[in-house]
């Protein structure tokens, strides 16, 4: 049936790289197409490359699990998650391409009374920042999604739920290669299977290019948007990220009809779970608690996932899972993300979104590309630079990260 699928166009355009470039992203994830594309479209910049060791949306973007919400803690977050909430939500129009995002409810469960009382903080904190998120009771949580397990004597009991209705899902690929190709169409160059191996610097410290495995490619600046690997490239520049690398799985089951309306996360015993267009039950871990770049993950940590799955939701029981796999996420101190100048002249990081990076696509593209263009942080991003680990203003957002570290 493909051989009737003839004459498709590429979506984007495979170019040989040329000799230099005002900028060069390294790490063609969503970040870093979106990045580009945003140069392109609100900056005027277009003579860019965005430089891949593998195949473009391989990394985090392509194995995440796709939860998209807006309600963390602090202020500095909520302004970055819920500028990326905004623009999902007009994402697919923007890009003429369907990223399927679903605002269906994400859900974050309650087993005891430190989860109720957090839960209720961020409550709180969200709405009187303007952020919907509200607090269910077990019953409602139920009436919400109807496969939980409420009873009092289950093995994780719950005692109450926090809601954000307009959070919900995406379709991850798709939002790599929508960026990709409306990058391309504004003349971006992406450049794959072309791993950077060095970084090279100027006379006054300042970035010339990159030494790749396509050779030496210049730059006026250059933008490290690298997730799981930001520490290893930052350091070809001599710069030594705050931060660790660790392992994170997801798997999916076999197809099931539509039985699961929403998004379910539990901290506090190590799961989530939604369901993809696809009919897969798409569920994830916490992390490995050992810094590896291994895209694999140990097995103790995703058949505890699977216990908790089974207990919260005992109808899952007998469903078969068909696919595991692992990302290597880029962890900081205060499980906040790093946009910022570096020490180093003309370059530029967006790194430590460690688990939590998916749902900030849009809108951390489009403050990096900012960066990027304007050499400062936007407003909203004002937080999130490298300073923060040398004043000690951290952004703790461990509670509001809800993946087991
Ligand atoms: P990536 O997509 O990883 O892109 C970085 C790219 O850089 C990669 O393609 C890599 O190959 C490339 N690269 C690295 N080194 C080099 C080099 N030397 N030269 C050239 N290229 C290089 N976040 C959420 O918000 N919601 C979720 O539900 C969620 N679930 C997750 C589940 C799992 C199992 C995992 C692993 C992560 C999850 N995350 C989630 C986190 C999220 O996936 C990431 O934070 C986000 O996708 C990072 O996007 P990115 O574009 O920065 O990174
Ligand atoms: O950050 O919401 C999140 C998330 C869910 C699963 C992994 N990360």
């Not at 890009?95 to 903080?121: A, C, E, I, T």
């Not at 946009?339 to 696509?361: E, I, R, Y």
Request: aromatic share 8%; charged share 20%.
């Amino acid at each position: 049936a493909m051989r009737a699928h003839k004459g498709w166009e590429a979506q984007w355009v495979s170019p040989e790289p040329r000799q230099s470039y005002d900028v060069i992203i390294i790490g063609a994830g969503g970040h870093g197409l979106g990045a580009a594309y945003y140069l392109a479209k609100e900056h005027g910049i277009t003579n860019v490359a965005v430089i891949e060791k593998g195949w473009l949306g391989g990394g985090n973007t392509g194995r995440n699990t796709t939860i998209i919400r807006s309600n963390y803690l602090y202020e500095e977050s909520m302004d970055i998650y819920e500028h990326s909430l905004k623009l999902w939500e007009g994402l697919s129009q923007d890009l003429n391409y369907n990223v399927m995002y679903s605002p269906r409810g994400v859900m974050m469960l309650s087993h005891n009374v430190h989860d109720q009382q957090s839960f209720k903080r961020h409550v709180n904190a969200n709405n009187l920042y303007g952020i919907d998120n509200e607090w269910l009771t077990p019953e409602q949580a139920k009436a919400f999604c109807p496969p939980l397990d409420i009873s009092k004597n289950a093995r994780y009991p719950i005692n109450g739920a926090a809601l954000q209705r307009r959070g919900g899902t995406a379709r991850h690929d798709a939002v790599a290669w929508g960026y990709a190709r409306a990058a391309s169409d504004r003349g971006v160059h992406i450049i794959q299977n072309c791993e950077v191996t060095g970084i090279r610097r100027g006379p006054n410290g300042e970035v010339t290019g990159v030494d790749t495995t396509k050779g030496f490619i210049g730059a006026k600046k250059v933008g490290v948007s690298a997730a799981g690997h930001s520490s290893v490239v930052m350091g070809m520049a001599g710069v030594r990220l705050p931060v660790h690398s660790t392992p994170l799985q997801a798997l999916v089951s076999e197809p099931l009809k539509p039985i699961f309306p929403c998004v379910v996360m539990s901290n506090t015993v190590h799961a989530y779970i939604s369901q993809s267009d696809k009919g897969e039950l798409v569920i994830g871990a916490g992390t490995d608690q050992y810094n590896s770049y291994s895209q694999t993950g140990g097995m103790q940590i995703i058949t505890h996932t699977l216990d908790a799955i089974c207990e919260l939701f005992p109808m899952f029981r007998r469903v078969k899972m068909m696919r595991q796999w692992g990302g290597i996420t880029d962890n900081t101190a205060d499980r906040s993300p790093i946009q910022s100048v570096t020490p180093v002249p003309n370059l530029f990081v967006n790194a430590g979104w460690g688990t939590g990076g998916f749902k900030a696509t849009p809108g951390s593209a489009n403050l990096f590309a900012h960066l990027i263009a304007k050499g400062e942080p936007h407003r909203l991003a004002q937080g999130l630079t490298l300073d923060r680990f040398r004043t000690g203003r951290l952004i703790d957002e461990a509670a509001a990260a809800a993946v087991a570290h």
